[in-house]
Each structure stands twice: as C-alpha cells, then as structure tokens.
C-alpha cells in the first residue's frame, strides 16, 4: 500500500492508495430513462434500482483508491438529479470529509436538474389536479390562487435564485431575512447608489414580471409598520422605499396588468391588492391610493378605503398634505358613508392652509377642513357652526382654503408668536387692520363685549362642541348619516267636501255673475 498527498478543505493529509485489485471496483451508472413531462409528481420519483444503485455509487466516494472514487463522482454525475437522495443522506450521515466535498460538488447542478423537472411538472399540471412540493407554492397559492397564469409567474420566479430565496422567506415568516432579501432585489434593479454614472446604469437589471410578482408578493406578507426594506448603507432614497415603486416603472409588469386579454393579469391584481390591504403607514396608504386609482377606474369609490385609513393616522410635518389630500377626495368622490372615518381626523391639529396677503387671518388645521367635509356631505352649512367661507356660498368645497375659523385679534397680537415663513405676513396684516381703524375719535364710554376679541381657537372649541351634540342624533354607531324621512306637506284639504258654510258664500256670487252673463 502506497501514500499520496491529497487537499480537502484547505487541509493536506495522506490518502493510502491500494491498486484495483485491493479495492472493490465501483459499479457502473445505470442508464437512467429520460422522464416523460406529466403533471402528476410520483412521475419524478426514483426508480428503486436506480436508487439502489446511486445509494453504492456514493458509497463509492470513500474508496481508499483515489481512480474509483474519480470514477464513482463521475458516474453520479450522470444520474444528476436521480441521486439526489442519496447524495443528502450521505451528507448527514457520512465523516468522511473528501466525501462531503466531492457531494458538494456535485449537488448544485443536480439540484437545478430536479428544480427544472418539477416545474416542467407543476406547468404541465394545468388544472392544478395535484400537490407540488416547491418552495413557497403553498404560501402564494392563498394569495394568488391555483390558476394557470398563477402556476405560470409562479414558475418563471422559480428559475430566478433570488426569486426562490424570497418564497422561502415568506413561507417562513421571516421579517429579518425578508427585509434583507426585498433589498438586494431593489439594489439588483435600481443599481448601486453610491456608484453614479453609466457603470451603475450598466449594474441596473430590469427585473421580469415574475420576480416582480413575488418580491410583491413577499412585501406584502407584513405590514409597513412591522417591515421596512433593509438598503445597505445609507441614503436618502432608501429610508422608505418600496417594490411598489418598480412596479411604476415596470413597462412588461403594466402591460401584463392593465391588459384585458392577458392571462396573467388577474395574478398581478390579487398580489397588488394584497400589498395594498397590509398599508398601514401615511406614505405606504398613500401610494395604494394612488395605485388603487389605477384599476379601479370605473368604480373610484373602491379606492378609497386607503384615503379613510389615512385618518386615523396622526400627520407630520412632513407627511400632512398626503392626508390632506385623502381628506379632499374622500369629500368630491365619496358621500355621508364616510362620515365616521372622517372624524377620526378631528384631533389633527396640523396646519394645512396659511392665509396670503390679501386674507392673512385664514390658518386652518386639518380637523377644520375635516368638520367642513362632513357637515357639507351632511348637507349642513359650515357657517351654521361658526365657520366663515372663502369662496362660492353656492357650491360645496371641500380644500383647505374654503372654510376658516376667523380671529378677530389684531394681526401683531395673533401672529406675532409664530416664526419662519409665517413672520412675513405679520407686516401685511397689521397694516390692514390700521387700514380699518376709522379717523373719528373712539367715544369715552366703551361696551366692554364690543371691545372682547374671539380667537379663532374659541370659535373652534365651540364649533367642535356642537358637532359632538349633532352628531348624537345625526350619526350612527357605524358612522353613518341617520336618514331622517322630510315631513310631507298636507294636501287633504284640496280633496274636501265644500261645508255648508262655504256653500252659501258661494251662491250669492254666482247669482250676480248670472245677469251680466246674460247681459253680454
């Protein structure tokens, strides 16, 4: 028995050598027949022979002679992925270092050799009689159903490594993994943002309908709240940003969306749907608006579920014209349904609209433009609570600069504690209250109520206060408009018989209206 050097795992150590005839000869592999593609799984099962076979082959792998061990890699090389179980039971069980080597060399390619053979099966199952085991099927089957163009982007993923990394994530749960995984696809498709010019556009890969279906579809396993995409580094474009975004760009993904005869466009909608049911934030609420709009053409009022959920959310500075926005559509586009939801807005103090030069008293907060939208779809005039109007009185406006609640403080003693942009206007409006002031001397005795200024918070807190009262009559427990029948007007008396009284009244004139009739 001789010695050789032999290298595995970056370790040297001797392998003993012995010639043919001191090792048994590995067996031949056995000429597997090519699988005919049918829907039905069982059909990619392993012959028992062909098992057996492979099972010896791999045991091969730890023959002391270094030519059968070449040859046995070679031959399970051959079987591909028919030795698939024999190679991973091997992996658990076998010490052997050069063994788990050589298996993981040869698993990857027969591993896509099998992924190949059953898609090829899960595409041929066309009416989805069978269960297939793929990784996340299940998971996305719930959502998107078990069609033929769900089996189809669900297959075109599965050929995309990333593509089957996210299934897998979402099959777990994982919020970790999942946020690190929707990241590398956004890098994958927007490029590196710290590389700039032609070599990041080149670093760019246009992401196909399918990746993009599942990576939508992995966001839309967890809220906005509960997952934020993971970008490495950091900058400005990636602090909120989401699939949905390549989804607007995406000129294949639109396509196969808006398409009335494309089989595929059903899918995308469900997936999009479901992105847009787990929005919970002001910018995520936003955009499935915005996208809701998109599809849901012909029937807005499906689109604004996500502006009522943007009521409830407490605005910021930076986030409030997007509710303010929500506020005006869900004015112009809804109706008395969404009285409810509107209300829940009543304690945003957020400042929505500051007056010009030619009205500086007009500073509205959210909650005023949102007592105003509901009165107004109540058929309620906002004046009747205390509000002033600035514009038409004889249509219903529904923006933030159509009803205010007036300050009747000199400008400098109303604006003068607030700063920025608003310090500007302070100048302007004290000059127009001394315009007001007339030339004639002031009496000596003065009304102490005349004199008393109402600020526009005690209007406010009154207005408020009423519509509390109001609403205890007017909106029910599901914040809807209490339907109140109008009083009929009373028309019996125009079918009355004539009293005796009234007929005596009557006769006197007719008969002097008889000569003159003759008389002509």
């Known amino acids: 028995m001789r010695f050789t050097a032999a290298m595995v795992l970056g370790s040297v150590f001797l392998v003993p050598v012995c010639s043919a005839q001191e090792s048994n000869p590995a067996p031949k592999a056995p000429t597997a027949a090519a699988v005919q593609v049918s829907g039905d799984p069982k059909t990619l099962d392993v012959p028992t022979p062909i098992a057996v076979q492979a099972k010896a082959l791999v045991a091969q792998l730890a023959n002391p002679v270094y030519k059968e061990r070449e040859l046995a ?37 027969a591993e896509i050799e099998d992924m190949t053979a059953r898609v090829a ?24 159903g078990n069609e033929k163009s769900s089996r189809k982007i669900f297959a075109e993923a599965l050929k995309n490594q990333l593509s089957q990394s996210m299934l897998l994530a979402a099959e777990r749960m994982s919020i970790d993994e999942s946020s690190l995984l929707l990241g590398q696809f956004v890098m994958k498709i927007n490029g590196n943002p710290y590389q700039r010019g032609d070599r990041n556009e080149e670093a760019r890969t246009p992401p196909k309908t399918g990746e993009l279906a599942v990576a939508l579809f992995l966001e839309g396993q967890f809220s906005d709240k509960r997952m934020s995409i993971q970008m490495p580094g950091q900058f400005g474009w990636g602090s909120y940003y989401s699939v949905m975004n390549g989804v607007y760009g995406n000129a294949d993904f639109n396509n196969a969306l808006n398409s009335t005869k494309g089989e595929t466009s059903e899918t995308l909608r469900k997936l999009i749907v479901q992105w847009m049911d787990t929005r919970e934030t002001m910018n995520g609420l936003n955009t499935a608006y915005s996208m809701a709009n998109n599809f849901y053409r012909s029937n807005q009022k499906q689109a604004l579920k996500y502006a009522a959920k943007m009521m409830a959310i407490p605005s910021t500075q930076n986030d409030y014209h997007q509710k303010q926005g929500a506020l005006q559509n869900l004015g112009t586009q809804g109706g008395a349904d969404y009285l409810g939801l509107i209300a829940k807005c009543f304690d945003d103090t957020s400042k929505v609209w500051y007056g010009q030069s030619n009205n500086p008293d007009v500073d509205v907060e959210l909650r005023d433009q949102g007592l105003a939208t509901v009165l107004q779809l109540a058929d309620v005039k906002p004046e009747e609570f205390g509000m002033s109007r600035n514009g038409d009185a004889k249509q219903k406006l529904y923006n933030a600069q159509s009803f205010y609640f007036k300050d009747d403080r000199p400008a400098a003693e109303r604006l003068g504690n607030v700063g920025g942009r608003i310090q500007a206007r302070v100048a302007v409006a004290v000059v127009k209250d001394a315009e007001k002031k007339p030339d004639a001397k002031e009496p000596d005795k003065k009304d102490p109520k005349k004199d008393e200024k109402i600020t526009s918070d005690d209007r406010r807190k009154v207005a408020f206060k009423k519509y509390e009262e109001w609403a205890k009559t007017n909106i029910d427990k599901d914040g809807k408009l209490i339907k109140k029948d109008k009083p009929k007007k009373d028309d019996t008396k125009k079918h009355e018989e004539p009293t005796a009284a009234e007929d005596a009244a009557k006769k006197p004139a007719e008969a002097t209206e008889q000569p003159k009739k003759e008389k002509k």
């Open 121 to 144: 099966c899960f595409l041929a199952d066309a009416e989805g009689k069978y269960e297939h085991t793929l990784p996340g099927w299940e998971k996305f089957k719930s959502v998107a």
């Open 73 to 109: 890699q070679r031959d399970i090389a051959k079987l591909g992925r028919l030795a698939l179980p024999a190679m991973r039971e091997a992996l658990a069980t076998s010490t052997e270092a050069e063994v788990a080597v050589r298996i993981d060399q040869l698993l990857p390619r």
